[in-house]
């Protein structure tokens, strides 16, 4: 199991979307802009943890159990689905 690490970000779902799960996918709804987007297995497996409020090496580490992938790789995944969420204003950082 991954390390917690104190000085890691925590993030949360924005307070304006909704959504969804679609069989292996999340759909989301923007409410502001009314974009949505589809969310993939791995995607909606990081959506659903997120909500939950786990920690990115708390995902990283399920997802490697889950999928059976190496550990740097679930990082990378990770890292690049929280990205776009970020950038897409459907995802932001949990206040402390």
Not at 53 to 62: C, H, M, N, P, Y
Not at 83 to 94: A, H, S, T
Request: charged fraction near 30%; proline fraction near 3%; hydrophobic fraction near 40%.
């Amino acid at each position: 199991m991954a390390d917690k690490n104190p000085s890691a970000p925590i993030y949360k779902h924005a307070d304006h979307v909704a959504w969804r799960r679609v069989a292996e996918e999340i759909v989301v709804l923007d409410l502001n802009t009314s974009a949505y987007y589809s969310l993939n297995e791995v995607g909606a497996f990081v959506w659903e943890r997120l909500g939950k409020g786990q920690s990115l090496d708390e995902i990283a580490s399920a997802l490697c159990e889950d999928y059976e992938v190496e550990d740097k790789q679930a990082r990378k995944d990770i890292d690049a689905v929280v990205r776009d969420m970020v950038k897409n204003k459907i995802l932001e950082p949990k206040a402390a």
